[in-house]
């Protein structure tokens, strides 16, 4: 074993004393970080080469700072994304959910269909859509001027700046130019209820923006509004996508009612096959 991973071997002790859900990967992933090698390069790295600065990285990981701010990137599915200070950190679960709309895309007959992401953060689904559907036209809103930020430089620094089109605003209220013609809406939206505050992580709570958190007592605040903004934005069939907490699944189908004019409200599993985002549709015209 060279120094390099010995040292990663007491960093990940001091990691996992620290609470760190996954301290061995978190202490790989800064030293491929600060040492400029991907996670399976660390033994090549040579004794002499080692950078001290690998323990300051150490200390702010165990200080509860996210991983993605320490190295400034998040990888979502195809994407490597920049993130920091003022911008939500994308989770692997809401991944699944954009599986979904891209296969959902794909099977809709339309040249060049339209798309809403409602919560921007750092572009990750409005980019991932735009990159796998490569003839979708996709809008973004983001009410948080930090966010906005990423969300655009991630935009930019992707390539996809010609279809991909970021809009600073609240979701509730975003897009009333877009009424009645979007094919597809897709939304992570605020869903933590504040009760919850105490048992929230602190590389959540700490440091994701509280508005792309909290969703009132409940949590559900805000997803009882997108019911109004799908049933607005969309056009007749289009469908629509709303992450939700885990033990939400059970509630939220009952906000898209079909006396609204929605069908097919069906739950659907993450990777831990939890309960974790609900799709539907708007009812054709001629039912």
């Given amino acids: 074993m060279n120094f390099l991973l010995d040292e990663v071997a007491r960093a990940t002790l001091r990691l996992a004393e ?4 996954s301290p061995r990967t978190d202490a ?4 491929a970080f600060v040492h400029g090698v991907r996670r399976g390069g660390l ?17 702010r990981r165990e200080a509860r700072e996210p991983l993605q701010h320490i190295t400034g990137h998040a990888y979502f599915r195809y994407l490597e994304l920049r993130v920091g200070p003022g911008v939500f950190v994308p989770r692997p679960e809401t991944e ?8 959902t895309l794909r099977s809709m007959d339309v040249a060049d269909p339209l798309v809403v992401d409602l919560g921007a953060g750092s572009g990750a689904i409005a980019i991932s859509i735009a990159q796998e559907v490569p003839r979708s036209r996709v809008h973004t809103v983001e009410i948080e001027p930090e966010a906005l930020k990423w969300a655009e430089l991630n935009i930019r620094e992707t390539g996809h700046s010609d279809r991909v ?9 975003a897009l009333p130019e877009l009424d009645g013609r979007v094919d597809l809406v897709i939304s992570n939206p605020p869903y ?5 505050g105490e048992v929230i992580p602190p590389e959540v ?4 923006p509280s508005p792309s958190l909290w969703s009132g007592e409940d949590g559900l605040d805000m997803i ?12 007749p069939g289009g469908a629509m996508a709303v992450e939700h907490h885990d033990g939400q699944g059970i509630e939220i189908p009952w906000f898209f009612p079909e006396d609204r004019g929605w069908r097919d409200v069906l739950n659907r599993k993450d990777m831990a096959r939890r309960d974790r985002f609900v799709v539907m549709r708007r009812a054709d015209e001629d039912t």
Avoid: N, Q
């Fill in 192 to 196: 933590v209820p504040t009760r919850d």
């Fill in 96 to 103: 699944i959910m954009v599986d979904w709309a891209i296969e």
């Fill in 18 to 21: 620290a609470g760190i859900a």
């Fill in 28 to 31: 790989e992933e800064l030293a």
């Fill in 165 to 173: 089109h970021a809009h600073a605003g609240d979701m509730r209220t």
């Fill in 205 to 208: 709570r700490d440091y994701d």
């Fill in 224 to 235: 009882r509004d997108l019911e109004k903004v799908g049933r607005r934005l969309l056009r």
């Fill in 43 to 59: 033994h090549s790295v040579a004794d002499s080469d080692f950078d001290a600065r690998y323990w300051e990285c150490v200390a």
